[in-house]
């Protein structure tokens, strides 16, 4: 059975940190995307990356205060985010898909396995 199980959200004041995990079990994935949904709002994408985290990306909101990192080890994708905003507010979902070649995923609709997701909240 594929699972994605993500971990790591909670309550943060703004400018705090937090990180994400990911853990994927049942198999193995080529391609891992964060994306996130806030109330009211259609999912967005966060950052994505390629297994052997030769290629990541980013949206520009959150360009330079997120990392996506992977730790092969453990199966495991991690969103580091700092400096945190009110308007980083949101459930996050971590995706996964398995295709060839190194391209990056940035659309929802790439992706067929998908986590629960973890609530963040961002105080002001």
């Known amino acids: 059975q594929v699972q994605l199980v993500e971990s790591g959200g909670g309550l943060v004041q703004a400018g705090g940190s937090l990180r994400l995990s990911c853990a994927a079990s049942?198999?193995?994935?080529?391609?891992y995307g964060w994306f996130r949904q806030a109330p009211g709002k259609e999912r967005e994408f966060v950052a994505a990356i390629v297994w052997s985290g030769s290629w990541t990306f980013y949206a520009d909101s959150v360009k330079g205060r997120f990392t996506v990192s992977t730790e092969s080890a453990k199966n495991t994708v991690y969103l580091q985010m700092n400096s945190l905003k009110p308007e980083d507010t949101a459930v996050y979902h971590c995706?996964?898909?398995?295709?060839?070649?190194?391209?990056?995923?940035?659309?929802?609709?790439?992706?067929?396995?998908w986590g629960q997701g973890t609530q963040v909240t961002v105080s002001s």
């Open positions: 049942g198999r193995t994935f080529s391609h």
């Open positions: 995706a996964a898909e398995n295709v060839p070649g190194p391209g990056i995923l940035l659309r929802a609709g790439d992706y067929d396995y």
